[in-house]
């Protein structure tokens, strides 16, 4: 869609959007070019590498971050109950003071990853690529989580207001259109950093957009609440 974009602004017609995936079937039907005595660990070896490169990447923010979920998970009953006792000033306290848990923990645990990223990579044995990866993962990527967190406490919260479509709109907006276009435009202008920098950058805007939705929510219930009360 972006080359189909930029062959229109300089008046020409440019590929099909399908031309990618043209040009990915054509390549998988291509036949595999082995020496007649490879043996099985050169055939299998590409996969291997491949499956560790990424099965560490995936590692690292799932133990690093656990707290992120757990938080989400436990401040949901927080901000139900004080919504159903009418208080939405503890509902907006419950909220911030997520937010600040969020942050602060986000930074703690980027520093420590930032800090000691070599022997993460080490870890995993990891080298060449791979460990380009991860390391560029631990210096930079890792900084998106704190809008991440606040993705996911803002849809704890819309959960419990009686909003669970504004949760589902805002997960499938980052699963959709703040993956798929940031992850391929980093692919393709700079490579498998790249897509590891887009997957990070695409979620900076649901993050914020979440939260400023949320709070105004918020805001909107208290004064209804208001007026009915008074």
């Given amino acids: 869609i972006v080359r189909k974009i930029k062959a229109r602004l300089m008046r020409r017609r440019g590929a099909s959007i399908w031309q990618p995936y043209r040009d990915l079937l054509r390549l998988m039907r291509k036949d595999v070019v082995l020496a007649e005595n ?4 050169f055939r299998t070896a590409p996969y291997l590498i491949f499956a560790t490169t990424w099965v560490a990447a995936s590692l690292i923010p799932t133990f690093a971050t656990g707290l992120l979920f757990a938080l989400s998970g436990a401040v949901g009953p927080i901000i ?52 380009e990866i991860i390391v560029f993962f631990c210096l930079f990527v890792a900084g998106s989580f704190l809008f991440n967190g606040a993705l996911f ?21 980052r699963s959709t259109l703040g993956v798929i276009p940031f992850v391929w435009m980093g692919q393709h202008w700079y490579g498998a950093r790249g897509a590891l920098a887009g997957y990070g950058i695409g979620v900076i805007g649901f993050g914020i957009g979440g939260c ?18 008074g």
Avoid: E
């Fill in 212 to 229: 400023w939705w949320c709070f105004h929510i918020l805001r909107r219930l208290a004064r209804r609440d208001a007026v009915a009360a």
């Fill in 80 to 131: 139900g109950q004080n919504y159903g006792a009418r208080r939405f000033d503890r509902v907006h306290g419950a909220m911030v003071d997520s937010l600040k848990v969020t942050v602060l923990y986000v930074l703690l645990i980027w520093a420590l990853l930032a800090l000691f990223a070599p022997q993460i990579a080490g870890l995993f044995r990891a080298s060449g690529q791979a460990r």
């Fill in 38 to 41: 490879a043996s099985w660990l």
């Fill in 153 to 173: 406490v803002a849809n704890a919260a819309f959960n419990n207001l009686g909003y669970a479509f504004a949760s589902t709109l805002l997960n499938w907006g």
